[in-house]
Every structure is written in structure tokens, then in C-alpha cells.
């Protein structure tokens, strides 16, 4: 069989995450991912984890993804000029999703950016692990008169429906956190960054802390009877059924944030104003429609369409490729997403793929899969 | 059946008379994780040692199966198109793949037996 020797062969320079041993324990099967040894599953494998984070909570390590603070009078205004979203806006303790872009308007990698609580202005930002270094090297150049900080902190999110039942449990007051809020904790003296967020379309949270603290906290969930550990592939499952794109396959440098179906996150006067790498394209996307769209795909076999594959419309006419592709544990189907040529890119239209000797039809599909359901206040409590 | 030959690429054979029920090792399938989907060669098909005959998909990534015998394919396993997760459960036994009249069944004596799978395994 092919395929066993890439797991079975880590190079010898990969990073350690902190909580390496608890993985181990836990019986992980480590994979390399950008550079760490990852837990790519744990005993219970790929679909009970994704299938009991859908319907209890899991917990993950996701200490290899970048963390670092801006810091400085109006830090946030700054970081506009590499961003499309609204971030001078941005109140503290709430967190946007945003992209850092190039001068055509592709996509660099996309973050998540904090405003933290104080006077003075400091934004806190998460940013994809195989991206990183380039990106700390972006901001600290074109940003030079600002403080600029990457931390060494270990990261662990806790996802699903009872994450925040378990978390407050811990941390009374996270439960009430709004979706995209954040607030410090105290954990055992320690400060430990609670924000309501995640890459999975359930309710959850992301947990910053010192590496030395990180394994009490991953002992102290992982004990309760609803939280089980899961690792990076129920991760890429989870996401691919929230319709949510991954850095270096749905988006890389040649996609810009509108085809990507990221107009949501560019912010209104921004779209008016401008003064972001790329603005030109991303106007003509936003006013014309872009040539492209990223779009759910449902292939019509049993058999997982992956990434790479290309998409042909009826007349043989190569319209789109594939960007990721899998089985989705929650809908027991392969499912996929990609760039299809806007004419094409409508819900219900049928396309093929060829997948080895075979051509298997593929069905445009509206993005999530599994519908997201992130934490929304009751109408009780919003009313108090 | 403690008859199992084994290649280095992870399948087995066990050889009845001149049929050959083919598999993958449970050290394949941990290693695979879930599998999700398999296709299968037409019964009837010629096969040649070192080529592929199957492919297992599992959640992560499709991998192809090598036939470690020459021969015909006469059997697939009937149960796998709707429950792939057999292979992960019982590989030696009811996740079987194929069965393969041999052409040659000198070919399955160089292959591993179960010490030497074993063994070979450890290096790994």
C-alpha cells in the first residue's frame, strides 16, 4: 500500500508542542503539520472525534498556529493598511476575522485580530502556523513604529455544544461570552485569554496561557466526562462541513477575499474607502462579481473527491478544481469545496470530476454543510 | 488462519488450493484510520504481482492496494460496498478483499510469513 510510509517517516526537525507528552499518553498518532508533530487522531479516530465534538465537546491543540501583539497609538488604524476589514471599529475584548492581503488582493493568510482591554492600544493576533514567519516579518516591516510581539503561548480550543457548561464550570463568566468576545482569566494565578471562537461551525472557545500551564488546564478538561481529546484530522473534517476555507488549499495568494466568499469580513468603509494592498481588484470583485466562486461540492458517488481534482461543465469545458475534499462523519458523504467559474457556481448545477478511471458527477452545494451554531444569547437574557 | 503471507506493502494473502483470499494487515488499517470507501476490481480481471487492485479511501487520503499474487480475480467481498469499516474491524477475517485464482502459487512463498511480518514491522 502506499500512503503508511508518510506517517510512519517524520523528519527529524520538526517542533515539539508543549503538551507533546500528553498527546503521546493520550495515544495520539502524531503526523507532521507545518513544521510540529501534530495529533492527527487519538484512539478513537477520525469520525467518533468529529462526531462527538458535533455533539458533546472536544478538545484540541492548536499551539502550532501563530501568536503576537501590536502595540501602539492606533495600532489597529495601522493594520488596516494590510487588511480589508473595519479593525479601527473594533471594540475591546471583541475579536474580527480578516485577511492579511498582497498588492493584487490575494490572500497572504488569513487571522483573527483582538482588541485587548487597556488604554493603551494593543491588538492581539492569530495567524496560521504554516504562515507565520512570513507574516511576523510583514507587520514588523511595514509596520515599524509599532511595538511588535510574537508570544509563546500554548493554544488549546474546546469545541462543542457543551464547551461552555464545561468551561464555565472553570471559569465562571466564559459561558456568557458573546460569539467572536474575549476576556483574561485568571487560571491559578496565571493569565489564561478566553475567546469565543473556533474552526469547527459549533459554539466553542480558544484558550491562550503560558506553555507551563497548558497541561493543567488540557488535565482539568480533558477529566470531565463530556470533553474527549481530538486531533487534527477530525479538525479538517470539522471545518470542510462548516464551509470554512483553510490557509494553502481554499485560499493562498492568487484568491482574493471575495471569490473566497470573504466579502462578509471586508468592512463597509473600507469597501468605500480603500487603503489596502489590492483594493482595485477587490472593488471591480465586489461591483462586477468576481470570474470565480468558492462553492460547496457534493460528488454523487461514495468514493471522496480530493483536492486537485478538476471540475468540468457538460460541454467538456475545464470551469474549476477542487480545493479540499473528504468525508464528512456528520453527513456520512463525501463532501468537498473549490473554485468553480462563476457562470457555474450556482446551487443545483451539475458538474463532473474524474476520479481515477471513472467520471463522477459533482453537484454545486450551498457552504456550510452542517449548519453553524455558534453561541447567540437567548432572547431571555438579551432582554435582562 | 494462521496461514497469512505478507507483503512489505502491507497486504496479506492466505492460499487455499489455488484461490488466494487477499487483504490488508491490521497494522494497514490502524494506520489508515477510518475507511470510508473501497472500490474493487471486476471479478474476471487479471492481476499481476506489484499492481494495483484496489483503493481504500479513508477519511484522510485514498490509498492504493497492491496485489502481492498474479491470477484472476474471482471473488470481491460483497459486504464491503456498504460497510467499508469492516477492514478497520476485521481485516483478517470478514474484511477481506479479494480472492484470486493463482497463476503462480510459488509466489506466495516469498513472501513474509507471520514471525517475519512481525519482525519486519519493528523496523518500521
Redesign the interface.
Known amino acids: 500500500?502506499?500512503?503508511?510510509d508518510v506517517?510512519?517517516a517524520a523528519p527529524p526537525a520538526l517542533s515539539k508542542l508543549p503538551l507533546d507528552a500528553v498527546h503521546r499518553r493520550l495515544g495520539a498518532?502524531m503526523a507532521p503539520f507545518a513544521g510540529y508533530d501534530m495529533p492527527?487522531?487519538y484512539e478513537q479516530?477520525?469520525?467518533?472525534e468529529t462526531l462527538h465534538t458535533r455533539r458533546r465537546a472536544s478538545l484540541f491543540d492548536v499551539s502550532h498556529m501563530g501568536q503576537a501583539i501590536l502595540a501602539g497609538a492606533r495600532a489597529a488604524r495601522a493594520l488596516e493598511s494590510l487588511t480589508p476589514a473595519d479593525l479601527a471599529s473594533l471594540s475591546p475584548e471583541r475579536t474580527r476575522y480578516t485577511q492579511l492581503l498582497n498588492e493584487s488582493g490575494g490572500i497572504l493568510d488569513d487571522l483573527l485580530v483582538t482588541r485587548l482591554p487597556g488604554v493603551e492600544e494593543r491588538l492581539l493576533l492569530v495567524v496560521n502556523a504554516s504562515r507565520k514567519q512570513e507574516d511576523f516579518a510583514l507587520i514588523a516591516t511595514a509596520l515599524p513604529q509599532f511595538d511588535f510581539n510574537p508570544l509563546d503561548r500554548a493554544l488549546l480550543a474546546l469545541q462543542g455544544p457543551r464547551a461552555s457548561a464545561v468551561l464555565g464550570a472553570l471559569l465562571p463568566g466564559a459561558e456568557d461570552l458573546p460569539f467572536r468576545g474575549w476576556r483574561a482569566f485568571d487560571f491559578g494565578g496565571a493569565p489564561l485569554f478566553v475567546s469565543r471562537s473556533g474552526y469547527t461551525g459549533e459554539d466553542g472557545f480558544e484558550l491562550s496561557l503560558r506553555a507551563e500551564h497548558a497541561e493543567d488546564l488540557a488535565r482539568l478538561l480533558l477529566a470531565h466526562e463530556d470533553v474527549a481529546p481530538a486531533g487534527l484530522?477530525a479538525r479538517?473534517?470539522l471545518r470542510l462541513e462548516a464551509g470554512l476555507p483553510l490557509y494553502g488549499h481554499d485560499l493562498d495568494e492568487t484568491t482574493d477575499p471575495v471569490e473566497a466568499r470573504l466579502s462578509w469580513s471586508i468592512g463597509k468603509r473600507r469597501r468605500a474607502e480603500g487603503g489596502f494592498p489590492g483594493f482595485e481588484r477587490i472593488r471591480n470583485a465586489l461591483e462586477q462579481g468576481p470570474s470565480r466562486m468558492r462553492v460547496g461540492l457534493l460528488p454523487q458517488t461514495?468514493?471522496?473527491l480530493?483536492e486537485g481534482a478538476q471540475l468540468y461543465a457538460s460541454d467538456d469545458q475545464a470551469v474549476g478544481h477542487v480545493t479540499s475534499g473528504?468525508?464528512s462523519?456528520t453527513l456520512q458523504r463525501?463532501i468537498a469545496m473549490g473554485y468553480v467559474a462563476s457562470a457555474y457556481a450556482k446551487v443545483g448545477a451539475t458538474l463532473s470530476a474524474p476520479l481515477?478511471d471513472k467520471r463522477v458527477d459533482v453537484t454545486v452545494a450551498t457552504l456550510p454543510f452542517v449548519p453553524h451554531r455558534y453561541f447567540k444569547p437567548s432572547a431571555e437574557k438579551e432582554a435582562r | 488462519m494462521n496461514d497469512l503471507r505478507y507483503s512489505k506493502d502491507h497486504e496479506y494473502v492466505a492460499l487455499e488450493g489455488d484461490v488466494a483470499t487477499l487483504g490488508i494487515s491490521d497494522y494497514a488499517q490502524s494506520q489508515l484510520g477510518d475507511i470510508v470507501f473501497i472500490e474493487l476490481p471486476e471479478v474476471g480481471k487479471k492481476v499481476a504481482k506489484g499492481k494495483e487492485i484496489a483503493v481504500i479511501e479513508s477519511v484522510k487520503a485514498a490509498s492504493e492496494v497492491y496485489s502481492p499474487v498474479s491470477g484472476e480475480v474471482v471473488e470481491v467481498n460483497p459486504e464491503l460496498g456498504e460497510t467499508p469499516a469492516l477492514v478497520n474491524d476485521d481485516p483478517l477475517g470478514r474484511g477481506w478483499l479479494i480472492k484470486v485464482r493463482v497463476s503462480d502459487p510459488g509466489e506466495c512463498a516469498s513472501l513474509m510469513d507471520d514471525a517475519a511480518y512481525s519482525s519486519f514491522l519493528k523496523t518500521l
Do not use: N, S
Not at chain 1, 500500500?1 to 503508511?4: G, K, N, Q, V, Y
Open positions: 500500500m502506499t500512503e503508511l506517517a510512519t498518532r492527527l487522531q479516530g477520525i469520525v467518533a484530522g479538517d473534517a461514495k468514493a471522496p480530493r473528504g468525508f462523519p463525501p481515477r
